[in-house]
């Protein structure tokens, strides 16, 4: 079966969470909850109780990003100054680590930040191509809400839209 | 008490005003384009001759080597902090009043950083020779020392500049994608929609973007402490009189926050008017800002009163020398002017009628800043004026016009900078501003909802 797409528009944030409650507590056949979108001009993290858990692995980038900063740094430093071991260092250590703990420091951080990004860029799907369905109104002042479904389910859903009062309805020609 | 925002302010009139921000300031933008185009005309003007005539036309010799540009530098390294304040410390703290002030007081840490940066370049004369400062192995035989503070500085500063950077642009995505959405055909157009990555406000973009945006946070903050540790240790960890002391990095983090938090007042004012931000940069918002530099100006008072202590009782003469002949010697009005700025001046914030008076907080936090850079000025030459060597005491140092000249412009450069970003950029938080309208009024509509229970 073939999947289309279709977005509604809401004036605030009860409209399109009563929208999302009644699609998940409606079964429709040919719709998949997870395939549902939320759009908003804001963070608001009531969605998350409404769309159910979808966590955000960021974290983990930035503990691999951090470690491997630090790690990198910490080689670098030590093995340039090992590198010049017969270099004369009065007794002195050759790798000394207080002074390169330092570095460590700020690579530890620098690769955390940088792969923090990465990976922010990775799990939000970014830079991504403007989606078949949009409207500008989600950077102003509207909630959307973007559902992608078998073509037999889309009259059904398209009926809880409008019993919500939808601002505006969207559809993807159909094939 | 004063509301930060009015919570009925309409989501699109916020794009409105911000977006008409980027088109229409008001005439007096333009006249400080121009005034900084001036400013920093002179400092190029002086950098050109000081790289061909040599560095002597800088009035720097043995034992004054750092003079006024490293001074500046560390004053400019100041005022980055800032931002970081705002917008990291103040996000974890979820003080949501930063959220219409933040953006600018982020871009201010960018470009702050941008220009004390060209200090470090202006001060060492050879130029093309900059890159010997940066950490990297030894292949080519130069030996970088990774125990030397200068060094770590170079490190710190990329780190914090390039981090710095990263964290205003992510932060302004949703922004750009308001622009992109909502401004005419054109350049701008183009450009917000290169740099908005396609943003489209999913739950899967916010979600990962909150996560993103308060990891960095916590990154910045021990970042931003480091870089003003370091720097501080510059001057600690040498042997010279009136350096060698313990309590240097938390007083220079200190300053940095001070210094920081009175740009923020200067600009807050200056921006409020030329992009008619007054709906948004409030007046209970700036009495905010105002009550943290006035507590953020005693602590450095105080570490002030610790350092000038551990010096006069440390037995250390050479050290308390160098004290004294701060006090009464050739930089004396210098230094009276740092303790007038900085400590007398900021005790003007505690008096409640003066916390919303705009035309007093914008004198006030320019002597502020002044009294910042003083203090600059008298970490780096006096100690050089009044070293452990007897012939260094015949040697004060005035800066020549070259020196000065460069300083100013450095102000004419930053400013130029600032004004362009605010003029591209939306130099308002949309999104972040909405966010702070919508859960005021929900607060709004649950009290009045207790209320009408409770009756």
Known sequence: MSKRHILAMFSNFEDAEAVIYELRAANIQGFNFDDLTLKSPIEHHEVEVVLGERPAKVQWFTLGGALMGGLLGFWLISGAQANFYAQMKGGKPIVPLPPNFILTYEMFILGGVFISILGFLICAGLPAKRSPLYSSMVSEDQIGILVKADESAIANIKKVFLNHEALEIQEEAGK | MEKDIREDIAWAKINGDVLKSLENPRKLYWVIIFAALAVFGVGIGCEVYQYRTGMGVANLDNPHVWGLYIATFIFWIGMSHSGTLLSAILHLMHADWRKPIYRFAE????????TAGLFVMVHIGRLWQFYYSLPYPNERGIWPNF???????????FTYLSSSVIFLYVGMIPDLAI???????????????????????????????RVTYLTVACFLIPLAVSVHSIVA???????????????????????????????IITLFIILRYVFKFEEYMTLPILKKTVRLTFAIAMVWTYLNAVEFASVWYSHDGASKDVLIQKMTGPYSFAWWGMIFCGSIVPLILAIKRFQTNIPVLLVVSLLLNLGMWLERWMIVSPTFSHGYYPWTWDHDQWPSLVQWGMVFGSFGWFTLLFMIFCKVFPSVSMYEVKEMVYHRSLHLKKDETAEQGAH
Not at chain 2, 108 to 114: E, G, P
Not at chain 2, 181 to 209: I, V
């Open chain 2, 179 to 209: 622009c992109r959405d909502h401004l005419h055909p054109g350049w701008r157009k183009k450009l917000y929609t290169l740099l908005s990555l396609g943003w489209e406000g999913t739950d899967r973009q916010w979600r990962n973007f």
């Open chain 2, 233 to 263: 240790s510059d001057f600690a960890m040498s042997q010279q009189p009136g350096w060698h002391v313990t309590s240097f990095p938390p007083y220079f983090v200190a300053g940095a926050l001070y210094s920081g938090c009175a740009a």
């Open chain 2, 147 to 157: 125990q030397s503070p200068l060094l770590w500085d170079a490190m710190a500063i």
């Open chain 2, 107 to 114: 871009a201010m840490t960018t470009f702050s950083l941008m």
